[in-house]
């Protein structure tokens, strides 16, 4: 036990008695490094200034306070912001056998869960078993996180080669540093390989996703509703298969699979802001509205609220005609989230929303140029959200404003959104006038970039 002294634990548990049982628990198996943590809240703070080897974190963490993030949003959330790497033991703690909260709890991938109660000798094994995993993969992870990611490709391969156990472990990493490196041919024969020795669900799931990478969406969707039929549980396989069949144009589709999802596990917030999103494109204003309420209700007690989630919120309400509702969403914002990055476009915005269907016409271009400009500050926007602000620009004629705004979502990398997609715009809004204007200022940029390269190469910066 010896090995288990440096290892730093952090415990979260609301019950003071359960945590003092764990520390006793671990102090067995040699482990001291132990902290605690009493929610949620408390968790991120400490994560935020140290990083530990082993969460220990109960699932019912509003135990006795009524209020605050489960386990299960709080690992979404350490997930989505990066504050645990993938070398992190994350272990889930309950007593809860209802069906909805274990397959919450497992699809968003702890390293292991624990049903309660559990002795001293079942939590050693875990660990350990977890300590050798991590031992074995630690290499391959390392070098990722530095960037090296051919060469942590090859220390999966000859990790896999020194432990075979593992195989299916450096497999799964090696094909996802692929999936990064764009190399989704090699992906695809790496799940190829692994799904050839047995049927494995992440396997399946990662082939759909190459696939639809490489085009071939129908051969992902043939994958995913074979998946689904053998295991209607395996929940990323209804995300997987929901964004094909918006990406192949059949929203209405893709809605029915999230809701259908949704009723098996509710508890995801990613998950129901997506078909919230897929509600309002196709017009279920009602989807969407119960959608959003449950994306606002669940994130209060995060660290990471979004105040999108709220004008999301305020854009069905005004499409449904209910703007006394509308407008106590916009004091929630107001009252809850002034300190969270996008706050002033967002509130700008919203506000936009209500007086564009109260028929103040005035405040309502008052308020989207604030949006325009708070947008031009800090750039802090969704590029989805941004292509609607465009939209209720042009509704407005202010020209500029869109184009500017849509200048950002273009010129930002990760938006997702093609030059020529982010064009389509301004066709759908009928103002095909406005694409040349903007095609010059494509081309301004890319020859003002283009001479910032002549001269770093003649400077032999290459």
């Known amino acids: 036990m010896q090995e288990n002294a440096n290892l ?21 198996a040699g482990i001291t490094k ?44 350490l997930r989505q912001h990066r504050l645990i790497t993938p070398s992190t033991i994350f272990i889930m703690l309950t007593s809860e056998a209802e069906r909805d909260k274990v397959v919450s709890a497992a699809e968003l991938a702890p390293t292991d869960y624990i049903l309660k109660p559990f002795t001293v000798d079942l939590i050693s094994t875990r660990i350990k078993r977890a300590l050798d995993r991590r031992g074995a993969l630690l290499p391959a992870w390392q070098l990722a996180a530095q960037g090296r990611l051919r060469e942590a490709i090859t220390a999966c391969a000859d990790g896999a080669q020194a432990h075979p156990r593992f195989a299916a472990d450096f497999a ?13 041919p090699e992906a695809a024969a790496v799940y190829r390989d692994v799904l050839a020795e047995r049927p494995v669900g992440w396997a399946a799931l990662g082939l759909a996703r190459a696939l639809l990478a490489l085009g071939q969406p129908d051969d992902a969707r043939a994958i995913l509703e074979e998946l689904l039929a053998a295991n209607p549980r395996l929940m990323a396989a209804y995300d997987l298969l929901a964004h094909c069949l918006a990406s192949s144009g059949e929203p209405a589709l893709a809605q029915s699979v999230l809701a259908d999802a949704v009723a098996i596990s509710p508890h995801v917030v990613k998950r129901l802001r997506t078909l919230g999103d897929l509600a ?26 979004d105040p999108e989630d709220h004008v999301s919120l305020v854009r069905t ?8 509702q509308a407008a106590g969403v916009i004091r929630d914002l107001e009252r809850s ?37 708070a947008v031009r500050a800090n750039n802090a926007l969704s590029s989805g959200l941004k292509v609607e602000l465009a939209r209720s620009c042009l509704a407005h004629r202010l020209d500029d404003q869109a184009a500017g ?11 997702g959104l093609s030059p020529d997609q982010a064009m389509t715009v301004f066709v759908d809004a009928g103002r095909a006038d406005l694409l040349e204007n903007m095609g010059q200022q494509l081309k301004a940029q890319a020859q003002i970039l283009l001479g910032v390269a002549d001269e770093k190469r003649n400077m032999g910066d290459v």
Not at 177 to 183: A, F, Q, S
Not at 317 to 322: D, S, T
Request: with cysteine; aromatic share 4%.
């Open 8 to 28: 730093a634990v952090l415990v979260i548990d609301p019950n003071p008695g359960m945590r003092t049982s764990l520390q006793n628990m671990l102090g067995l």
């Open 34 to 77: 132990v902290e605690h943590a009493v929610n949620a809240g408390t968790a991120i703070r400490q994560l935020q200034q140290r990083a530990f080897d082993i969460i220990l974190c109960e699932y019912d963490l509003a135990s006795g306070a009524g209020e605050g993030q489960d386990g299960q949003q709080l690992l979404e959330d």
């Open 172 to 184: 799964r990493v090696r094909a996802e540093l692929h999936t990064t490196l764009g190399d989704h």
């Open 280 to 305: 309002l494109a196709t017009g279920d204003m009602a989807v969407a509205e119960t959608s959003f309420r449950q994306v606002v209700a669940r994130a209060r007690y995060s660290a990471f609220r």
């Open 317 to 324: 309400l005004v499409a449904r005609g209910e703007l006394l």
């Open 337 to 373: 989230l002034r300190a969270a990055p996008g706050y002033e476009a967002c509130h700008a915005y919203a506000n936009a929303l209500l007086f564009d269907r109260s028929g103040n016409d005035g405040a309502a271009v008052a308020g989207l140029q604030n949006a325009v400009s």
């Open 405 to 415: 705004v849509m200048l950002t979502v273009v010129n930002d990398a990760g938006s």
